[in-house]
């Protein structure tokens, strides 16, 4: 079968033909797989030599193709999507609800054959069934609107509230329309990318501010009489973008990291300011349990699909889309098989 297999940092990624997985235990899924979606976590793995050659990709969605004869909660036929961390179920984290952060994790992608490739395996409690009439590009938005999904519960935010949401890219877009959604008082988006800064306007931010000429917290407190922020999303992963995260906060306001950053990478934020306004730093990891609830607000077809994805290529394309997204020219990129 075709596929995108990674090399390693020095050979990087290339498309060739693999083994098609196989059934071989009872609770084996094998999914034919139609769309998958580039993430930038994808581009952070060109960074790293991973113990073996992995086919990328983890935002999957498909349709069951053959199961072992153990499995009961979907069947040959269905479309279905995939929560691409295996957890064990049975370390400390698992067993208080903190899978994301299972001491065990097989992600897809990276230590486990992910979902750029014609065919993908997985155990069958992480498919979930999804129906028919969804359309496959929505379908692979489903994880990504997942983990935000989890990170949104985690900010407590309540109606007429505020938030301003630093990195416009997919990830900060979704965050954009879960606020509107929400009944957020005003929201604004911070990007450097005029396309993105319009996304992030179609998707329902009140404001859009490029950094370049503007300062972001500024304009959040003019913007808020003054006070500033309910929560701040930081969706980049930089440290000059933390820090204005935390500095755009409203006294008793949450800030959410989601940007994945170098693992050598501290931010400065003053301990007195933390403790004086009760500011709260909250990290989100991945998903827990929002896989449910992110098909749901798929289902409803109120999504603007097609203000979020603005490309569709095909596997045999995957190296240049790879390239296009390194260079900011895209929202989000759907691989069809």
């Known amino acids: 079968m075709l596929s995108a297999l990674y090399l390693g940092k020095k050979d990087g990624a290339k498309v060739v033909e693999i083994d098609k997985p196989e059934v071989t235990g009872p609770h084996d899924v094998i999914v034919q797989m139609h769309a998958c979606g580039i993430c930038g976590s994808d581009l952070h793995t060109f960074q790293y ?36 961390n295996f957890h064990c179920g049975t370390c400390r984290n698992c067993r208080v609800g903190r ?49 935000v999904v989890h990170g949104f519960m985690r900010t407590k935010f309540a109606p007429t509230q505020t938030a301003i949401v630093y990195g416009a890219g997919p990830i900060g877009l979704l965050w954009v329309y879960l606020f509107r959604k929400a009944g957020a008082r005003r929201i604004v988006a911070v990007d450097i990318s005029s396309p993105r800064r319009k996304a992030a306007e179609q998707l329902g931010a009140d404001i859009t501010v490029d950094p370049v000429s503007e300062d972001p ?16 999303i930081e969706a980049i992963g930089k ?40 500011w709260e730093i909250i990290g989100t990891n991945s998903q827990t349990h929002s896989f449910i ?28 889309a790879f390239e296009m997204n390194r260079r900011g020219e895209s929202l989000k990129t759907i691989v069809k098989m």
């Open 49 to 84: 030599d991973l113990p073996k050659p992995v086919v990328l990709g983890h935002e999957c969605a498909g349709e069951v193709s053959e199961i072992g004869s153990g499995v009961t909660n979907v069947a040959v036929g269905d479309h279905v999507i995939v929560d691409p």
């Open 239 to 278: 440290v000059e973008t933390v820090e204005k995260a935390v500095m755009s906060l409203a006294p008793g306001g949450r800030a959410v990291l989601m940007g994945v950053a170098k693992h050598d990478a501290f931010a400065k934020v003053s301990p007195i300011a933390i403790m004086a306004r009760e």
């Open 99 to 147: 899978t994301n952060m299972c001491e065990n994790l097989v992600e897809l992608g990276v230590l486990a054959n992910g979902g750029f490739a014609e065919y993908l395996f997985v155990p069958d409690k992480f498919a979930y069934k999804i129906p028919s009439e969804m359309d496959w590009t929505t379908a692979a938005i489903t994880e990504p609107l997942s983990c």
């Open 293 to 320: 609830d992110a098909i749901e607000i798929l289902k409803s077809g109120e999504f603007p699909v097609r203000t979020f994805v603005s490309h569709e290529v095909p596997l045999s394309e995957i190296l240049e």
């Open 217 to 232: 917290a500024k304009r959040m407190k003019d913007e808020s009489d003054g006070w500033g922020a309910d929560v701040a």
